[in-house]
């Protein structure tokens, strides 16, 4: 009986003149290297960025996204199929690196039962799988044809040459196995079928003929495709990688860049010279699989706008043979154009479904930077808004109300009044300048009077953070307000702050700290779950009603808060919120953010009214929302889909003040 620990092959057996597959290595290594300096020279065109800093943390990217790839698994057809081909690989490449410490190193390590479970099951295995996944990859692409992809004969050709490499490497172990009669055949199972089925066909000579010709047949193969991989799509195996390692490190909301208004030439960005080479390298790192597009509201409701294609487009232009890196962009395409740029809610699904973290947002926002402050061609509602921000110090144009009209009937103190309250209660002016969400911030005003927190408004000393004008593109007026709002908020001392409006919440808790205001930010469900688990307040009163959650993106994708708003929706009403087709991360914009809400849409390119459609789909009775903008795009929207049913929007805050004061009524009666 053979004794497992006896385990091994012939390396290179019936392959003569070995010394040839070295000469080839050279030049195709030579050759790859090549594709890729070209590609690291385009790269370095681009303007500084700091993005090799703190490496243990990049390290942690690469191991989530790259190496585990766990964007990739959200899509569960294709994060099956692509890991097998990936794995399969990685498998197939430490195999052959087996062999190279044994023989050419003469290291036996493939020996035994190392040889026998790690040579050769497992890496049978997940070749096959491997087989597998690119046939399904295939499959994909041809037959179901999903529309976000882009088709075109490079990929076909990629697959047809995986497999080749798969199939080929297969047949030459099977006819090995079938010629020598290798007592260890069977742990090769893939290998040890092809055995079986080509023996009793092929004689002796025919075996050892098939698997010398098969053998360079297949290193041919090999080496062609690693010469010419960085010279096609396949080079995202290296400009992923290196993007996910170059990733964003801070959240969503805090990835647009601080202008220097000294010494910046130029405002924004209209062509590739003004991208750093970190935008460079995110144009080169798409893989094409349009999971951003697929996601993007605007283009889910039939606008222009593509994510995808403003990535690719940039690409091909890096890409050209003549590429022109000081020429415009803007309107060198649809995808391209001005229009498109405006229809960007600055949602940031397309960044949070990127399986390799490209950053298509900022680019839009960098775009109408240029659009804005360099052409100043962009929407007239947009500009009135910008002109109410620069003469009024908010955007609401054609309001009659004033920042402390809602606190009629509430005794509330300014900071100025009460110069010891230990939290600012930053309204907003969604908050404060629309009737609708007065009610939201007086419930919130009456929910920390109750839990007894010392707490004061800033009155008529607040503006607008600036949010409206970052991301429509005015980065003057927003560094302005910034500048007034932060020594506002240093003169008082302010340390804590709360908001009911999550852009707000970002701008105050991610964005000022780059011009000094460093300040201990809460949205409004945070504050509050955290006051009812110190006991400082108490709902909990069962309703009968169901309530659905619309996460707002500025709260959930921009700064990751999903949790706080549920147990909010759980403690006002007795029951989880009853969650929609889309929600957390994979949520669905309201619509109303990157200036939208001054904008007005076409009646069928309207993203609240698919947000509400999904919401109505719940069959709830109230739609709960944490964001003065989405209470108004989402009561737009219920209210021209919901026909003749009785469905409420309302904020967290309300639902919980409904919830004590009802509470509190029952106690005392």
Not at 341 to 362: G, K, R
Not at 479 to 505: M, W
Not at 537 to 545: A, C, E, R, T, Y
Request: net charge neutral; proline share 4%.
């Amino acid at each position: 009986m053979n004794d497992p620990q006896n385990a091994t092959r012939e390396v290179l057996w019936n392959i003569h003149h070995a010394w040839i597959m070295y000469a080839l290595l050279v030049p195709t290594m030579a050759v790859c290297a090549w594709g890729f300096y070209r590609r690291i020279q385009l790269w370095r065109k681009g303007r500084a960025e700091v993005r090799f800093d703190r490496p243990a943390e990049r390290v942690k990217l690469v191991l989530k996204y790259a190496v585990l790839q766990l964007r990739t698994w959200r899509r569960s057809y294709p994060g099956v199929f692509h890991a097998m081909i990936f794995w399969g690989f990685v498998t197939l490449f430490i195999a052959t690196v087996v062999v190279l410490i044994d023989y050419d190193f003469g290291i036996p390590i493939m020996r035994g039962r190392f040889y026998l479970y790690f040579q050769s099951l497992f890496v049978d295995i997940l070749g096959a799988a491997a087989i597998v996944g690119t046939l399904m990859a295939a499959f994909r692409r041809i037959v179901l044809r999903p529309k976000y992809l882009v088709y075109n004969t490079e990929s076909k050709i990629i697959l047809l040459a995986i497999l080749a490499m798969l199939v080929t490497g297969f047949l030459i172990e099977g006819w090995r196995i079938a010629a020598t009669d290798d007592p260890w055949g069977a742990w090769s199972p893939v290998g040890k079928v092809v055995a079986n089925v080509s023996k009793p066909l092929m004689s002796h000579e025919a075996l050892l003929i098939s698997h010398r010709v098969g053998w360079w047949t297949h290193l041919a193969l090999v080496f062609a495709f690693i010469a010419w991989a960085p010279f096609s799509k396949m080079a995202h195996v290296l400009n992923s990688s290196l993007n996910v390692y170059t990733g964003r490190l801070e959240p969503v909301g805090a990835s647009l860049k601080k202008l220097d208004f000294e010494k910046d030439e130029k405002l924004g960005v209209s062509a590739l010279a003004d991208f750093t080479w970190k935008d460079l390298l995110d144009f080169d790192a798409c893989t094409e699989c349009g999971r951003c597009t697929a996601v993007c509201p605007a283009n889910r409701v039939g606008k222009i706008l593509s994510p995808r294609d403003i990535i690719l487009d940039l690409q091909h232009r890096m890409r050209a043979p003549d590429a022109d890196f000081a020429a415009s962009y803007i309107g060198s395409t649809e995808a391209l154009s001005p229009e498109a740029m405006w229809e960007c809610t600055t949602c940031a699904a397309c960044m949070q479904a990127c399986p390799v973290l490209i950053e298509q947002m900022p680019k839009i926002v960098d775009t109408r930077r240029f659009l804005v402050m360099e052409d100043a061609e962009f929407p007239e509602t947009m500009q009135q808004a910008l002109n109410s921000l620069e003469t009024r110090g908010h955007p609401m144009r054609g309001t009659s109300f004033n920042r402390v009209d809602w606190t009629q009937g509430l005794k509330i103190s300014t900071m100025a009044e009460a110069k010891d309250a230990e939290v600012l209660l930053w309204v907003g002016c969604g908050g404060a300048l629309v009737e609708r969400n007065q009610n939201v911030v007086r419930s919130l005003a009456q929910l920390l009077e109750k839990a007894g927190v010392s707490f004061a408004i800033l009155g008529r000393e607040e503006k607008c953070t600036g949010d409206p004008a970052r991301r429509i593109g005015n980065e003057f007026l927003f560094e302005t307000l910034a500048q007034d709002n932060i020594a506002t908020l240093d003169r008082y001392g302010v340390k804590k702050i709360v908001t009911s409006c999550p852009h707000c919440f970002n701008t105050l808790g991610n964005e000022y700290p780059q011009w000094g205001g460093k300040y201990e930010v809460y949205h409004h469900s945070e504050f509050l779950a955290k006051l009812v688990a110190d006991g400082k307040l108490s709902g909990d009163m069962p309703s009968s009603q169901k309530v659905t959650f619309h996460d707002p993106c500025y709260l959930g994708r921009h700064n990751g808060i999903y949790d706080a708003p549920r147990q909010l929706v759980q403690i006002a009403t007795g029951a989880a919120p009853i969650e929609m087709e889309q929600n957390r991360s994979n949520g669905f914009c309201c619509g109303g953010g990157g200036g939208m809400s001054f904008i007005d849409e076409p009646p069928n390119q309207r993203v609240n009214q698919e947000r509400a459609r999904q919401a109505l789909e719940t069959d709830a009775d109230v739609v709960a929302v944490g964001c003065p903008f989405c209470m108004t795009m989402l009561e737009d929207g219920i209210n021209a889909r919901k026909g003749d049913r009785d469905v409420k929007v309302m904020d967290i805050a309300e639902l919980l003040w409904q919830s004590v004061e009802e509470k509190t009524s029952g106690a005392t009666s």
